[in-house]
């Protein structure tokens, strides 16, 4: 039987290396969710390499929609009866004025995508990753999400983004607590330099802010941590994890 992937924000940065990675593993079916299935960056996927019984099905999922979850999920259903990991990847960050003076804007439009872009997807595939032997959440969440490291963790402009990631890191370690079927877990990838991320923050930041991972190497981490990632394991971590697998608290 195939492993089915989903992964949302598949054509670009650690998404599209995430995604890569998957479809070079035998029997894998990757649904690469993306906002534009017709853009350039969307339409090249089709042309990563595969192994043997591997296959790449692109879907529409905007994380500000509230309806292209359910309606990727209601299509999916007709070629896949079970999802095994489902990896909520896509994200935003913008750099906001101190907290006193950040637009409202910003904070919805990240919590729209970091936030409730995630709960939307849990909600649409809950019933496909029910149906999996032993299925797993991911959350690509970030580490300026955590709120006991405030003072420790970067800039001190990033109050919309570490909001909508602790948010996120909240959810996915309740949905792990009040599912006992399931593995749930939170992972921050790192800081990397070849997204439209980590190259904004270098322009922001200057050079000492340049990532020192790239998106390959994010993503190995990542899927690393979820082939090794138990029930035991996340509540031994409390959901919450480093690209090297260290616990970060919460």
Same mark, same amino acid.
């Given at each position: 039987m195939s492993t089915t992937v989903l992964i949302t924000g598949a054509n670009r940065g650690v998404g599209k290396?995430?995604?890569?990675?998957?479809l070079q593993r #035998?029997?894998?079916?990757?649904?690469a969710a993306v906002r534009d299935v017709?853009?350039?960056?969307?339409?090249?996927?089709?042309?990563l390499p595969k192994a043997v019984d591997s296959k790449l099905v692109l879907?529409?999922?905007?994380?500000?929609?509230?309806?292209? @979850?359910?309606?990727?999920a209601s299509t999916l259903k007709q070629e896949i009866d079970h999802l095994d990991i489902l990896? @909520?990847?896509a994200g935003l960050c913008i750099y906001n004025e101190p907290t006193h003076k950040g637009e409202l804007k910003t904070f919805r439009d990240q919590l729209e995508i970091n936030f409730?872009? #995630?709960v939307k997807l849990f909600k649409a595939f809950y019933d496909l990753l029910q149906a999996a032997k032993e299925p797993k959440f991911i959350g690509i969440t970030s580490m300026?999400?955590?709120t006991s490291m405030i003072q420790y963790n970067g800039p001190l402009n990033l109050a919309g983004y570490g909001t909508s990631k602790s948010a996120l890191t909240h959810f996915v370690r309740r949905t792990h607590y009040e599912n006992e079927w399931l593995v749930a877990t939170s992972i921050h990838p790192g800081i990397v330099s070849d997204t439209d991320m980590g190259s904004t923050a270098v322009e922001v930041y200057g050079p000492a802010a340049k990532g020192d991972l790239t998106s390959e190497t994010s993503a190995q981490r990542i899927v690393l941590l979820t082939d090794e990632v138990t029930r035991k394991s996340v509540e031994e971590t409390d959901g919450f994890l480093g690209p090297d697998g260290a616990k970060i608290p919460f």
């Open positions: 290396s995430l995604t890569s990675i998957y #035998p029997s894998h079916i990757v649904v017709k853009s350039q960056s969307s339409l090249e996927l089709s042309n879907v529409k999922i905007d994380a500000t929609s509230d309806t292209d @979850a359910e309606d990727a990896i @909520a990847n409730l872009g #995630p300026i999400g955590s």
